[in-house]
């Protein structure tokens, strides 16, 4: 999977969807997965891609479905 035209957040979302992550951005999205909304924010200060990422990937209807188009992706 070819992944270096990919703009950062979107980046960070398929490395994060897919497994490539280490241990520490594993435990990361973790973390943002399960934060409520302040410290999201508190997050987003130090890890603005991953979490800028995350709100397009919960928050915007098709936003991954067009990310894994853009990879040939299909599930």
């Given at each position: 999977m070819k992944l270096d035209h990919l703009p950062p957040e979107e980046l960070a979302v398929v490395k994060w969807q897919f497994g490539i992550y280490g241990h520490f951005f594993t435990a990361l999205w973790k973390a943002i997965e399960f934060a409520d909304e302040?410290?999201?924010m508190l997050l987003?200060?130090?890890?603005?891609?991953?979490?800028?990422g995350y709100l397009q990937y919960?928050?915007?209807?098709?936003?991954?479905?067009?990310?894994?188009?853009t990879l040939d992706i299909q599930e």
């Open positions: 302040g410290n999201l987003a200060r130090a890890f603005p891609t991953e979490v800028n919960t928050r915007q209807k098709g936003w991954w479905t067009r990310v894994k188009a």
